[in-house]
């Protein structure tokens, strides 16, 4: 099968760089796939899951990503955004307690600047659950 060029960067690392065959991103109007020689397009990213099928693996793999942008050029694709997680790197108890401070947060009176912070912790706590708990893993 073709593939194409990809690289995952977060903020704090360069989470992959490789081939790959196939990759859905969660864009903001729903997940979007990306096959070989996609268009050239630059899309924003929300919170959520990516999947990646990768060469010479069966499965597909899960990554719990931040916010951000994919970048698609001569069938190259940069998905550049705030965070990354494989499934097993993600620590259940943290995102749980995040996502209590978040509701917490929300129950009180706040700015809308700070209502609107509150609610994308919620989102990032609530997607690391859930990615945590139903995201393929990755057996590289
Ligand atoms: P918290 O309030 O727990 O810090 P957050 O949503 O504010 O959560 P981010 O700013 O999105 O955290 O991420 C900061 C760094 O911590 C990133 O490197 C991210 O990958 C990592 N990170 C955040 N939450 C978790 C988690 N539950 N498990 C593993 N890594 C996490």
């Not at 990213?45 to 994919?70: T, Y």
Request: charged share 30%.
């Amino acid at each position: 099968m073709d593939t194409f060029g990809l690289k995952i960067i977060a903020s704090d690392r360069v989470f992959y760089e490789g081939r790959c065959e196939k990759l859905t991103i969660p864009a903001p109007d729903g997940q979007k796939g990306i096959l070989p020689n996609h268009e050239n397009m630059v899309i924003a990213v929300n919170v959520g899951d990516a999947s990646l099928k990768l060469p010479g693996q069966e499965n597909w793999v899960d990554v719990a990503v931040g916010a951000g942008f994919a970048e698609v050029v001569n069938n190259r694709v940069i998905l550049l955004v705030d965070t990354a997680e494989r499934p097993s790197e993600i620590d259940a108890r943290r995102a749980e307690e995040a996502k209590e401070r978040a509701e917490e947060q929300l129950r009180q009176k706040q700015s809308i600047q700070e209502y609107y912070m509150s609610q994308a912790s919620l989102a990032r706590a609530m997607n690391r659950l859930r990615v945590s708990t139903e995201g393929k893993r990755w057996n590289l």
